[in-house]
């Protein structure tokens, strides 16, 4: 089997992938509520909220260790943002535009390793990675007229550190802990022991 035939989704891939995004995409509308009914818990320093950020994160890096093709976690981020938006976001459609942002920081992060690995290190960095694209859609669009040493530079690190770890490690420890169920054993990371 050629590296083309091993990238090629299968229906599979699609199926399960789409039941991730629109899983995560109800799960993104109610943490919209979530976010904002934690304002007032953050009032002593607001950046400091991004660090519930990463759960809008998740689908992205579980989109791509458990599909591991090529277009998984952008697949898998935007659609839950697509999803997100049709339940009625408090943000709207410009959510969609936020979930492309973010699914290409992760999606970068396994094409560097040329969807060959799947690891924890792998999903830090795509963690890391799709934080650092929600941190910098924020930074360019939400937070464009405010401080940037008091809030925009900690809003934008907070929200690269829950993103490294909610998306990043939470991604990882529950693909290990579908790929024990054996719902993933028709995919890689149910046969992967190295997960397991």
Known sequence: MTTTDNNRWRTIDIVV??????AFGVIFWAWGLVWSATDAAFAFFPPAQTLIYGVWLV???LGGLVIRKPGAALYCELLAAIV???LGSQW??????QGLAQGIGAELAFAAFRYRSFRLPTALLAGAATGVGAALFDFVYWNAGRDIVAYRLPYALLTV????VIAGAGAYYLTRALATTGVLDRFPAGRDRALV
């Open 84 to 86: 997100s938006a049709l």
């Open 161 to 164: 550190v829950s993103a490294t």
């Open 59 to 61: 689908p992205a890096v």
């Open 92 to 97: 709207a459609s410009l959510v969609i535009v």
């Open 17 to 22: 992938a789409s039941v991730i995004a629109v």
